[in-house]
């Protein structure tokens, strides 16, 4: 018999490169000319690492099995939680008039949405797996849109886009895993598609008539066929009016999101000062610790939001390139994980976590270079904060232990 | 979910592949935004970070003819304020009201400094004392936005004595910075706002050089030195002027206190400013950092208008001393010689419509025109002038340059006002609301429609001691610039000067034994004032030798009453140039 390793060795390098890389940005985060609170969060961030490494271990010794038994239970209680939440949440730091977080007492306790985006993933890899065929119309997909829904709709109502957006990823991932068509993903995309172009009413114009192409080469009940055209069109229309309902602030947002020298000193600044950070780095960067743009308190929200601006400032080009290889490593491997999982719920949940944590990625990288809206994500690994990182190595832990069981080594895991 | 091994292995080299895509395309966002806009990001940056501290250039020495010094600079601090907003800056300017003065006006003037350029630390205090920094910077740390910068600041040695073409210095307004002439300046700065100051700015002013100071994000100065290296300013050149500070000095000794009125001296053939000064004058020293509102008032109030230029700016009726102009004008139209003479002979008056009446009532009698000259005999001159005829008259008195400046190197020099022609009179009197007659025997003794700068009337007397040519009047070292006014012979000239010399034998006789005396040729004048009817203009115009003339002089005394005080000061102007004594021709002066 080949030896093979006890555990997925790679994953968990690249897993603990990247908390090591993480955990040295922030402290680098802290490093300010004027001192502040930051400057201690390293330690916390330090132990908040043993302490998911340590949950990672203990998730890597239950069976998938058994987390596919615990998935309908505990996405149950994830429902009930955001429910909570938005009864009797509140806020916090710059986003203090949502109600993201669950209170009791006036004690934050944590945010149900976290936990959501795995639960989440479990429910719909149980649903997507049981079946055995994917879904090739749109009823087909009422059950998977049902369990991303609810919570998305809950979430949404917060107001929180940025999570509302992971969700949104991990359906479409999820669905693509499953073998669901691509033509079919891009018939339920194209609503939003047709909202965002019903400004340029040229392009929208050709974007229509792709989707009556893909519609024809498709063939999907008529019915549906007829509603999805009718989506298209009313979102083509009802886009501008539902832009002037928009809150101004939030208007706002989306409109720096589109060019943020509009207004530079309040919304746009953010985004500038990130801009500025990452663009002065050049090609090896300040110097570790060293970046002008966060030591003066220009870069807002060093530790957390912007963190990857940092890398970006202190390690130049050289540095964004290897931290994101270093990710580009993790999901390539979580995709071979997926791959050569035992059975179809253990690849559906791999393949769920990687694009959660892919759309985390790119959500908080691409805002660092207004490419993406400002939402307030973390960044996995990097951003200061215990639970996110608790979670991911939750994440990790259960793809550990996918991976064993995918290799036959489940056994040698077990105590 | 379809779970067939190649469906998945399918389904994850797809998945690889968009990875690897995704993450070339974010890589590639990275490369454009590190790499290919580096330089752009990178400015931007130390702009976000270095605030950069003018470190203000001296302004250029300006030197007399003998490189004596008239304007200087000597060591002074500016303080200032950084901060990223008005509000701060108030806030800060508040709490600093506590450890030093600050009237409402300085802060005001910090904020408004501050809106105009909010990178630039606000000029606070622009000429603070010693006592003010010291205290200041023991308080240092508590006030992390401020700057204590040494800057050199303007000196007068002499004064008053030397404001009157030297000017003064100030800080620049806000209108000033918003003129295309005074582009790249910023507020705060220091300009030139009167005199060959302002006239010569863009060469007395130095180049600017930046100290760079690192600021955080709330504006708090976090390094002051070493964050980027020094520009240093540059000194600009000295200036060299024509003025001979000696005979200056002593022209505005001869003024004193009590008189008023101006005085300018000029070289005749290049119009070099040998000096020039206005009376009553004032102490531009005291302009620098900021004139105290009480001393501008005092200025401003003083009935006899310190700031007011009376050599360049002041219009008056050049009285007798234009008969020179009319006897020149008169030659060169060949209607008249030196020794001709008038019909009616001089019996205290002239019977022209009505009776016009001679300076001196006891008559002159039948005089040539050197004699007029000499006695200043306005019976003549009148006849001269009907002679003449008045569209001469006019026509001459334009080609005399009498209606324009005298380009001299000073800003805000008035035009002297003279009619260019008929067409002015029927314009404002209308074609029968005057006569030609009387008009003409007013402008022939300087009188009427007629009003000279003391600058005019000198540069105008450089063209009687040389050969008609008027030199243009040069405060700086420049190229002499000369403009013929009229045209006469060589002898016809001299005979002028001979005659303006008046009774040349009483220097032979009177002084010969004393000291070998310099003759003073000139001309005095005596001018009504709407002001005060009772008390006359006193009015000298001369030069000396009277042969061979090196310095021209032209004086004007404010309400002098008579013409030889005026002449008295010209002729010790030209005895302290000369420096020999002069002889004053014993003429009596004209009306």
């Known amino acids: 018999m080949r030896r093979t390793a006890l555990a997925d060795l790679p994953l968990i390098a690249l897993a603990l490169a990247l908390s090591v890389f993480g955990v040295a940005m922030v402290y680098s985060a802290g490093q300010t000319d004027a001192p502040t609170a930051v400057a201690r969060l390293y330690r916390s961030q330090m132990l908040w690492v043993v302490v998911a490494i340590f949950g990672a271990y203990v998730v890597s010794r239950a069976s998938v099995r058994l987390v596919e038994w615990a998935a309908l239970p505990s996405y149950m209680l994830t429902i009930l939680l955001l429910i909570v939440t938005l009864v009797a949440g509140s806020g916090a730091g710059t986003a203090a008039s949502s109600k993201s977080w669950l209170t009791i007492g006036g004690v934050r306790i944590g945010q149900p949405a976290e936990l959501a985006k795995i639960t989440v993933v479990l429910m719909l890899a149980r649903v997507l797996a049981a079946r055995r065929e994917p879904p090739k119309s749109l009823l087909d997909l009422w059950q998977p849109a049902l369990i991303v829904g609810i919570p998305w709709l809950l979430i949404m109502a917060q107001p929180d886009l940025g999570t509302g957006i992971v969700f949104v990823g991990i359906f479409f991932a999820m669905l693509f895993w499953s073998g669901v068509s691509w033509r079919l993903l891009l018939l339920v995309a194209s609503p939003a598609v047709s909202m965002v172009l019903a400004f340029n009413t040229r392009l929208w114009g050709a974007w229509f008539c792709l989707l009556l192409a893909l519609v024809w080469t498709y063939k999907p009940y008529l019915l549906e066929g007829i509603i999805i055209v009718c989506l298209n069109v009313m979102m083509g229309v009802v886009a501008p009016i539902v832009w002037e309902r928009l809150a101004p602030y939030q208007q706002k947002r989306l409109l720096v999101f589109i060019d943020p020298t509009i207004d530079a000193r309040a919304s746009g600044y953010h985004v500038i000062q990130s801009q500025v950070a990452i663009g002065s780095g050049g090609w090896l960067g300040k110097g570790f610790t060293e970046g002008t743009q966060k030591r003066l308190g220009y870069l807002p929200e060093q530790h957390t939001d912007f963190i990857f601006a940092v890398v970006g400032e202190e390690l130049g080009f050289i540095g964004v390139t290897l931290a994101l290889t270093l990710f580009l490593g993790l999901f390539l491997r979580t995709v071979r994980v997926a791959a050569r999982a035992n059975d179809s719920y253990s690849s559906m949940v791999a393949f769920g976590l990687a694009a959660s944590w892919l759309v985390h990625v790119f959500e908080n990288v691409g805002m660092t270079l207004n490419l993406a809206p400002i939402t307030g994500i973390p960044l996995p690994f990097f951003s200061y904060g215990g639970s996110f990182m608790l979670a991911s190595w939750l994440a990790v832990g259960m793809l550990v232990r996918i991976s064993a069981e995918g290799r036959g080594r489940a056994a040698a895991l077990a105590v | ?591």
């Open chain 2, 1 to 591: 979910m379809s779970f067939h091994p190649n469906d998945v292995s399918r389904r994850a080299r797809t998945a690889g592949g968009l990875l690897v895509g995704a993450f070339a395309i974010l890589i590639g966002a990275f490369f454009r935004t590190q790499v290919v806009r580096n330089e752009q990001y990178a400015l931007q940056s130390e702009e976000n970070r270095l605030r950069e501290v003018p470190l203000p250039a001296p302004r250029g020495i300006i030197y007399d003819r003998e490189k004596r010094v008239i304007a200087e600079n000597l060591p002074g601090y500016t303080v200032s304020l950084l901060s990223p907003t008005p509000d701060s800056l108030r806030a800060a300017l508040r709490r600093l009201s506590g450890t030093i003065q600050l009237t409402n006006d300085q802060i005001e003037g910090a904020v408004r400094r501050f809106r105009r350029d909010p990178n630039r630390p606000a000029v606070i205090l622009p000429d603070a004392d010693f006592q003010v920094v010291s205290v200041l910077e023991e308080h240092r740390t508590e006030y992390p936005g401020l700057i204590i910068q040494s800057a050199p600041k303007r000196y007068y040695p002499d004064g008053p004595v030397v404001a009157s073409f030297v000017g003064y210095t100030g800080e620049i307004t806000e209108s000033d910075l918003n003129s295309r002439k005074y582009e790249g300046y910023k507020p705060g700065q220091q300009v030139g706002k009167e005199g060959i100051e302002k006239q010569y700015e863009e060469v007395l002013r130095g180049k600017e050089g930046s100290r760079f100071v690192e600021v955080d994000a709330r504006g708090r100065v976090v390094r002051e030195a070493g964050a980027r290296e020094d520009l240093a300013p540059e000194a600009a050149d000295p200036l060299y002027t024509n003025i001979d500070l000696d005979l200056q000095r002593h022209a505005a000794s001869l003024f004193g206190d009590s008189l008023r009125g101006g005085a300018i001296a000029l070289e005749p053939r290049t119009g070099e400013v040998l000096a020039l000064y206005s009376s009553p004058s004032y102490d531009p020293n005291r302009f620098i950092g900021g004139i105290p509102a009480a001393y501008w008032k005092e200025l401003n109030t003083d009935p006899r208008r310190p700031l007011y230029n009376k050599v360049i700016k002041g219009r008056y009726p050049p009285a007798s001393t234009w008969k020179l102009a009319t006897s020149a004008l008169a030659m060169q139209a060949g209607v008249v010689s030196l020794d001709d003479r008038m019909p009616v002979p001089c019996t205290g008056g002239y019977m022209y419509g009505r009776y016009w009446r001679c300076w001196d009532k006891r008559g002159h009698g039948n005089v040539t025109l050197r004699q007029a000259i000499e006695k200043s005999c306005d019976v003549y001159f009148y006849q001269l002038g009907l002679k003449l005829g008045l569209s001469r008259m006019l026509a001459g008195g334009i080609s005399l340059k009498m209606n324009e400046r005298t380009g001299i190197d000073l800003p805000n020099e008035q035009r002297p006002l003279y009619p260019a022609s008929e067409a002015y009179f029927n314009e404002k009197y209308g074609e029968r609301g005057w006569v030609a007659g009387s008009t003409v025997l007013n402008l022939s003794i300087g009188q009427g429609e007629n009003s000279q700068t003391v600058a005019n009337m000198a540069r105008f007397y450089t063209a009687l001691a040389t050969d008609g040519h008027a030199a243009r009047p040069e405060i700086v070292r420049r190229n002499p610039e000369r403009v013929r006014l009229f045209k006469l012979s060589d002898a016809q000239m001299a005979g002028l000067r001979t005659a303006m010399k008046g009774v040349v034998s009483s220097a032979g006789t009177a002084n010969s034994a004393r000291i070998e005396g310099v003759v003073l040729a000139g001309k005095t004048g005596t001018a009504q004032n709407s002001e005060n009817p009772n008390v006359d203009h006193a009015w000298f115009v001369g030069f000396a030798p009277a042969d061979n003339p090196t310095i021209v002089v032209a004086v004007f005394i404010e309400f002098g009453e008579h013409g030889y005080v005026a002449a008295q000061v010209a002729s010790k102007i030209i005895s302290r140039y000369l420096k020999r004594e002069t002889v004053l021709p014993p003429t009596t002066e004209g009306d």
